[in-house]
T-cell receptor, first 110, second 112 residues
Framework: GIQVEQSPPDLILQEGANSTLRCNFS?????LQWFHQNPWGQLINLFY???GTKQNGRLSATTVATERYSLLYISSSQTTDSGVYFC????????????FGSGTRLSIRP | DGGITQSPKYLFRKEGQNVTLSCEQN?????MYWYRQDPGQGLRLIYY???????QKGDIAEGYSVSREKKESFPLTVTSAQKNPTAFYLC???????????FGPGTRLTVL
């Protein structure tokens, strides 16, 4: 199955800073999602992005499927951006499955 | 409101007891999924179902069972055979197997 590696594992920033989170995966994909898990455990959908670039407010994401990586950009960080960010690619021979990385824990200081 | 509901939010059980976690969706999604999350880790797939009356094992199915008798419902039973059942359990659904997955709020199970 697909192996997923997210970096960095932990990131501490001041409010207002920008950040880039990376997701590398080991096989071709036709499905990739980015999630934010808030302190209460709820997984919030950020992007469904098997390829290309998307933007939503201060967040944007780019997936380069041919090079097997995806990037999540967060600009002008706010304290509410704190939490864990997960990348979950899928679409190998077991087409129904997405595989979660171990996440990037982001802490935004006021 | 359309969405995915899970109940209960917190669940405490004694060791050796079976327990059933509820997951209901009113999004008219065909596919439903159960994941387990341990502290500081990502989610791991337990079972998934692409259609009513059919389901497949995920990566960590041992000690768990499911049923899919209705499109809206996908209950998960944690059996006494599960060696380390204390965890956060999340249910998800999607329109189809390659579509975007949406998650419920989760159930925190503690086995004493």
């Amino acid at each position: 199955g697909i192996q997923v590696e997210q970096s960095p594992p932990d990131l501490i920033l001041q409010e207002g800073a920008n950040s880039t989170l990376r997701c590398n995966f080991s096989d071709s994909v036709n499905n990739l999602q980015w999630f934010h898990q808030n302190p209460w455990g709820q997984l919030i959908n950020l992007f469904y992005i098997p390829s290309g670039t998307k933007q939503n407010g201060r967040l944007s994401a780019t997936t380069v499927a041919t090079e097997r990586y995806s990037l999540l950009y967060i600009s002008s960080s706010q304290t509410t951006d704190s939490g864990v960010y997960f990348c979950a690619p899928g679409g190998d021979s077991s087409a129904s499955k997405i595989i979660f990385g171990s996440g990037t824990r982001l802490s935004i200081r006021p | 409101d359309g969405g995915i509901t899970q109940s209960p939010k917190y669940l405490f059980r004694k060791e050796g007891q079976n327990v059933t976690l509820s997951c209901e969706q009113n999004l008219n999604h065909d596919a439903m999924y159960w994941y387990r999350q341990d502290p500081g880790q990502g989610l791991r797939l337990i079972y998934y179902s692409q259609i009513v009356n059919d389901f497949q094992k995920g990566d960590i199915a041992e000690g768990y069972s499911v049923s899919r008798e209705k499109k809206e419902s996908f209950p998960l039973t944690v059996t006494s055979a599960q060696k380390n059942p204390t965890a956060f359990y999340l249910c998800a659904s999607s329109m189809g197997s390659l579509n975007e997955q949406f998650f419920g709020p989760g159930t925190r199970l503690t086995v004493l």
